[in-house]
């Protein structure tokens, strides 16, 4: 009764205020406005030139990415084969003997001796393994970012907007390691072994260590209060944005209300999951990723291979176009930001939001699972998006659209997802169908792992209760159909914000607290060596 009353109060003005124009059209003027708002909030630039301003967060990204790693040693590349051990379960027995040696310091008990038996591992510090955790936080990078954001990437800045893509996921690895490991050594247990973390907590945590309490308060609530927001924009009105637009798209609707209907049939779906909390989560999520991911890779290789001759051409221009001052793609610092940009939102390392997924992991040492989480940006963004990036670039061979301005083909204006099927079209005649049942699916987990991340950030605010999280949920379900009614400039503007001013808060946090990774690192490489 209380969800039915609370889904009719945020709905009735728009139901009321619908009979003249289509629910599509009212609630994305609605969106618009908010859109509009916090974009220029949050997404302040820094001007170098008339023509070329850089988003200040972007900035702070990166310099904050190419720091962690030369400190670290370039762990991002020199630690990949370790990371698939760990994922593969090759060091569990460390992970089981150290949970529950936690466990027996915690009781006062000596924590030497062997192992007390699974059930009580099962039932100590933690909830998920490695890989139940990587599932979940790549569910939540992999996603309509790789679709249709690189396709929006490759139209704005060009193929050399692929380049600077790469090198901000390799970079996004070490901030993925640093974040995530603080994330597990800074987390809450509660009463009942539900596990509470994320930037909020080493925020608070870490800050209240260096004597520095008030000031990691307020960048705790800062990071919630964006974290909820995030969860609304790129983890879900986005997501249902670009899903609900192909399904449109593939199926020739046009009544006006179609992106509505389409929003409401996924939020009743994210709705019937997200009820079972993080272990419904990730048994979802565990096996829709892996398999989607599967299927879009093949697709991309497919298409790949089918365009062979063309690869060394398409690789010239990547690097031509990184370094290229042409007009037509905004110079080299608008390819640059573009690439940046485009990546920050895809895997969103340094954004704070997969720490929350990877706190949930039953380990006692931290480090174990930054070094799995490094994988996410390398699974997103260096395979994933470079393999989207050459299907466009490969379908652009003949000059299907212009780079650098709004895609206009055959008179009609193409968005993001619907460009990249139109580019996998151009070899699979039927696979738009098969790209349309992924899109689903990853909007799908992408915001089912953002509900979670969200659900964090607002009990951290408001208080661990059933009413508090029943309250989020019915508004993360709104905003479903809130995304897949709008159109993609507004919801994309949300969302960029949204994530990208999360970065601000958790990369302060990072800058101060680094050395502490350091100490978890040699701490956990002691032990399985």
Same mark, same amino acid.
């Given at each position: 009764?209380?969800?039915?009353?609370?889904?009719?109060?945020?709905?009735?003005?728009?139901?009321?205020?619908?009979?003249?124009?289509?629910?599509?059209?009212?609630?994305?003027?609605?969106?618009?406005?908010?859109?509009?708002?916090?974009?220029?909030?949050?997404?302040?630039?820094?001007?170098?030139?008339?023509?070329?301003?850089?988003?200040?967060?972007?900035?702070?990204?990166?310099?904050?990415?190419?720091?962690?790693?030369?400190?670290?040693?370039?762990?991002?590349?020199?630690?990949?084969?370790?990371?698939?051990?760990?994922?593969?379960?090759?060091?569990?027995?460390?992970?089981?003997?150290?949970?529950?040696?936690?466990?027996?310091?915690?009781?006062?008990?000596?924590?030497?001796?062997?192992?007390?038996?699974?059930?009580?591992?099962?039932?100590?510090?933690?909830?998920?393994?490695?890989?139940?955790?990587?599932?979940?936080?790549?569910?939540?990078?992999?996603?309509?970012?790789?679709?249709?954001?690189?396709?929006?990437?490759?139209?704005?800045?060009?193929?050399?907007?692929?380049?600077?893509?790469?090198?901000?996921?390799?970079?996004?690895?070490?901030?993925?390691?640093?974040?995530?490991?603080?994330?597990?050594?800074? &987390?809450?247990?509660?009463?009942?072994?539900?596990?509470? +973390? =994320?930037?909020?907590?080493? %925020?608070?945590? /870490? @800050? $209240?260590?260096?004597?520095?309490?008030?000031?990691?308060?307020?960048?705790?609530?800062?990071?919630?209060?964006?974290?909820?927001?995030?969860?609304?924009?790129?983890?879900?009105?986005?997501?249902?944005?670009?899903?609900?637009?192909?399904?449109?798209?593939?199926?020739?609707?046009?009544?006006?209300?179609?992106?509505?209907?389409?929003?409401?049939?996924?939020?009743?779906?994210?709705?019937?999951?997200?009820?079972?909390?993080?272990?419904?989560?990730?048994?979802?999520?565990?096996?829709?990723?892996?398999?989607?991911?599967?299927?879009?890779?093949?697709?991309?290789?497919?298409?790949?291979?089918?365009?062979?001759?063309?690869?060394?051409?398409?690789?010239?221009?990547?690097? &031509?176009?990184?370094?290229?001052?042409?007009?037509?793609? +905004? =110079?080299?610092?608008?390819? %640059?930001?573009? /690439? @940046? $940009?485009?990546?920050?939102?895809?895997?969103?390392?340094?954004?704070?939001?997969?720490?929350?997924?990877?706190?949930?992991?039953?380990?006692?040492?931290?480090?174990?699972?930054?070094?799995?989480?490094?994988?996410?940006?390398?699974?997103?963004?260096?395979?994933?998006?470079?393999?989207?990036?050459?299907?466009?670039?490969?379908?652009?061979?003949?000059?299907?659209?212009?780079?650098?301005?709004?895609?206009?083909?055959?008179?009609?204006?193409?968005?993001?997802?619907?460009?990249?099927?139109?580019?996998?079209?151009?070899?699979?005649?039927?696979?738009?169908?098969?790209?349309?049942?992924?899109?689903?699916?990853?909007?799908?987990?992408?915001?089912?792992?953002?509900?979670?991340?969200?659900?964090?950030?607002?009990?951290?605010?408001? +208080?661990?209760?059933?009413?508090?999280?029943?309250?989020?949920?019915?508004?993360?379900?709104?905003?479903?159909?809130?995304?897949?009614?709008?159109?993609?400039?507004?919801?994309?503007?949300?969302?960029?914000?949204?994530?990208?001013?999360?970065?601000?808060?958790?990369?302060?946090?990072?800058?101060?607290?680094?050395?502490?990774?350091?100490?978890?690192?040699?701490?956990?490489?002691?032990?399985?060596?």
């Amino acid at each position: 009764m209380r969800l039915k009353l609370l889904v009719t109060v945020f709905l009735f003005p728009t139901l009321v205020s619908a009979k003249d124009k289509g629910l599509d059209e009212k609630i994305n003027e609605m969106f618009r406005p908010i859109s509009d708002f916090f974009t220029d909030v949050v997404l302040f630039t820094i001007n170098f030139s008339p023509d070329h301003k850089i988003p200040f967060i972007v900035i702070l990204l990166v310099v904050g990415a190419t720091f962690f790693t030369f400190y670290f040693s370039f762990v991002n590349i020199k630690k990949i084969p370790l990371a698939i051990k760990i994922v593969r379960g090759k060091y569990d027995e460390a992970d089981k003997q150290s949970v529950l040696e936690g466990v027996k310091e915690a009781k006062g008990l000596p924590v030497d001796g062997d192992l007390t038996g699974r059930g009580e591992y099962e039932s100590s510090i933690g909830e998920v393994s490695h890989f139940q955790a990587l599932a979940t936080a790549v569910s939540g990078t992999v996603g309509l970012g790789n679709i249709a954001g690189v396709a929006l990437a490759i139209a704005i800045g060009g193929p050399g907007a692929t380049f600077w893509m790469i090198i901000c996921g390799l970079l996004g690895m070490t901030t993925k390691f640093v974040e995530c490991t603080l994330g597990v050594k800074y &987390r809450d247990i509660g009463k009942d072994g539900t596990v509470y +973390g =994320g930037p909020m907590y080493y %925020l608070m945590k /870490g @800050f $209240r260590e260096k004597k520095k309490n008030r000031i990691g308060k307020t960048l705790a609530v800062i990071f919630a209060f964006l974290c909820i927001g995030a969860s609304f924009g790129g983890g879900n009105a986005a997501q249902s944005n670009q899903a609900s637009l192909q399904l449109v798209n593939m199926l020739g609707l046009s009544d006006g209300n179609s992106g509505t209907i389409v929003g409401i049939i996924m939020a009743i779906v994210v709705g019937a999951v997200i009820i079972g909390g993080i272990k419904r989560i990730v048994s979802v999520t565990e096996k829709i990723v892996p398999f989607m991911a599967v299927i879009y890779v093949l697709a991309c290789l497919t298409i790949i291979f089918f365009n062979f001759s063309y690869i060394d051409d398409v690789i010239v221009l990547i690097f &031509r176009g990184a370094f290229s001052s042409e007009a037509t793609t +905004g =110079g080299f610092l608008g390819v %640059l930001v573009t /690439g @940046f $940009r485009r990546a920050a939102f895809s895997n969103e390392a340094g954004a704070g939001s997969s720490p929350i997924a990877h706190s949930a992991v039953k380990t006692n040492y931290a480090a174990s699972e930054g070094l799995v989480a490094l994988l996410e940006p390398f699974i997103d963004t260096v395979v994933i998006c470079t393999m989207t990036a050459f299907v466009i670039i490969m379908y652009n061979s003949n000059g299907v659209f212009e780079y650098g301005q709004e895609v206009i083909i055959d008179g009609v204006p193409i968005e993001g997802s619907v460009l990249t099927s139109m580019a996998f079209e151009s070899v699979i005649p039927w696979f738009p169908y098969v790209l349309t049942i992924a899109i689903i699916f990853f909007a799908v987990s992408t915001m089912i792992s953002w509900s979670y991340y969200g659900i964090q950030a607002w009990v951290f605010l408001f +208080g661990r209760s059933k009413v508090s999280e029943t309250i989020y949920k019915v508004i993360f379900l709104v905003f479903i159909v809130i995304g897949a009614a709008s159109n993609m400039e507004s919801v994309w503007g949300f969302s960029d914000a949204m994530i990208l001013g999360l970065v601000f808060p958790n990369m302060i946090g990072l800058l101060l607290l680094y050395p502490k990774v350091k100490e978890e690192l040699n701490r956990y490489l002691k032990r399985i060596a």
